[in-house]
């Protein structure tokens, strides 16, 4: 079992920054691949950025060259660097995890998620 905790959403205006934190616990937190997804009103959960226990990374297309996904496995937490944010980044942000070190794109292939956490950019 993996119990995961976002924190860092909030209110910001367009071209701001925020940055997001998952805090896991429950097992070893270094051979679990980590994910970032969001869901806005009225759409389908997408994924927004990945990483794998051995550092490499995957990106929607969206927000490339915006947001950066980093690890710290002595701390056990995942973050999601989010630059020059969009009126349309705005969501519930959540944390997934799942075992093995292959990354996913996939919601049906994470196995954990953490509560959410709403992220909101005005214009």
């Known amino acids: 079992q993996v119990q995961l905790v976002e924190s860092g959403g909030g209110l910001v205006q367009a071209g701001g920054s925020l940055r997001l934190s998952c805090a896991a616990s429950?097992?070893?937190?270094?051979?679990?691949?980590m994910g970032w997804f969001r869901q806005a009103p009225g759409k389908e959960r997408a994924f927004v950025a990945g990483?794998?226990?051995?550092?490499?990374?995957r990106y929607a297309d969206s927000v490339k060259e915006r947001f950066t996904i980093s690890r710290d496995n002595a701390k056990n937490t995942v973050y999601l660097q989010m630059n020059a944010l969009k009126p349309e980044d705005t969501a519930v942000y959540y944390c997934?995890?799942?075992?093995?070190?292959?990354?996913?794109?996939?919601?049906?292939?994470?196995?954990?998620w953490g509560q959410g956490t709403q992220v909101t950019v005005s214009s």
């Open positions: 997934a995890a799942r075992a093995g070190s292959r990354l996913s794109e996939f919601d049906r292939e994470y196995d954990y």
């Open positions: 429950g097992r070893t937190f270094s051979t679990i691949t």
């Open positions: 990483i794998s226990w051995t550092g490499g990374t």
